[in-house]
Structures are given as structure tokens and as C-alpha cells.
């Protein structure tokens, strides 16, 4: 499995393949990543919230570069971040986002790959001072978020493409995800 070379594979954790259950469902409970994907293999974008302006900007860009070639692929792109589903959907309304953009409620997934995290106690005093919160926009009234991560997964749910970001500014390129996903 590639991994980044500024990004060993303790975040990530020893996932290799995953099998949603009834606990795994995201959006409220509304669903799971198997029944987004259709049976079609996947790639996962995890990424903190609306909120957050450098995942504002990927997610942008995924549906200008990504979404389309994976598209031609009979790829999913499904987009998660633990803030509330109403703030998933208003990302996706208000960026007009052609991929589907799902709620993690309480990190269930995140946590379950070993990618969540949290802003330091100084971060989140910073944030305060510019009256934000990352807990107010999570569904779990929490600052976990995951960190900036990429999954490609088969139809079987089995990930065969991972790129965690422990550095939030920087993500995955549109041209290793499509490697990726021409490597299945």
C-alpha cells in the first residue's frame, strides 16, 4: 500500500479491508459507504469540514479534475467529514459539488481507520479568538476531525490506495488518485 513519505502508516493504522456494518452507517444513520458506492469501487475523501477553506478548495477541484475522469470510470466519489449532515449538504449546495458529500457522525469511520485527530489546546484557543469552533460544526460537539486522507477502495471494500495528510494544507493530487484507482 503507497504511503507519503511525511505521513509512516501508524496514523492510518492496520485497515486493509473493510466490511460495513449496520455500525458503520454514516449521514445520520441514513446509509453506508457500500450502498453510496453501488458496487462500484471508490475513492473516499476525508476531509475536516466546510469550515475549513483548503478542503473548500480541494473539494473544488476534485469536482473539476476528479469527478469526471472517475465518472468515465464508474468511480464513486463520495466526499465525508464529521461536521453535521445538514453542514455536508449545504457544501455541497453552496459549492456546487457534483460528488456525493456524506456526514461521519462521531468519527465512527474515521476513527475505525485511525486518522482522527484534533487541533492542539493553543489551536483551538485561536480559533476561540475568532470566535470559531471546530466542535460546533462536528455532529459529535467534539474537535476530532480526520486528518486530510484518500481511499481508494475496491467493490469489495478493499483499500487498495491510501494517502493520509498529517500537514492539513497540503492533499492528494487528482493524478496519483487516478493511478490509483487504473491500478484496480
Keep these: 500500500m503507497p504511503w507519503r513519505t511525511e505521513c509512516p502508516p501508524e496514523p492510518f493504522g492496520s485497515a486493509t479491508h473493510w466490511h460495513p456494518s449496520p455500525s458503520e452507517t454514516i449521514d445520520d444513520a441514513e446509509t453506508t459507504i457500500a450502498e453510496v458506492a453501488a458496487g462500484r469501487p471508490a475513492v473516499l475523501v476525508f476531509y475536516l469540514g466546510a469550515w475549513c477553506p483548503y478542503c473548500n478548495l480541494t473539494l473544488n477541484h476534485y469536482n473539476e479534475t476528479l469527478a469526471p475522469a472517475l465518472a468515465e470510470r464508474d468511480v464513486a466519489l463520495i466526499a465525508i467529514s464529521p461536521q453535521h449532515a445538514d453542514g455536508s449538504r449545504a457544501a455541497v449546495a453552496n459549492g456546487d ?8 457522525p462521531d ?6 481507520l485511525g486518522i482522527v485527530t484534533a487541533p ?28 486530510p486522507t484518500v481511499l481508494v477502495i475496491e467493490r469489495d471494500q478493499t483499500i487498495r490506495f491510501a494517502d493520509v495528510h498529517v500537514d492539513y494544507t497540503t ?13 484496480l
Design 97 to 104: 459539488l457534483g460528488s456525493t458529500v456524506l456526514s461521519d
Design 107 to 112: 468519527n465512527r469511520l474515521a476513527t475505525a
Design 120 to 147: 492542539s489546546h493553543e489551536a483551538q484557543q485561536a480559533h476561540a479568538a475568532l470566535r470559531f469552533a471546530v466542535k460546533d460544526s462536528n455532529a459529535d460537539d467534539t474537535p476530532a476531525i480526520p486528518f
Design 171 to 183: 492533499r492528494t493530487e487528482t493524478a496519483e488518485i487516478l493511478a490509483a484507482v487504473d491500478a
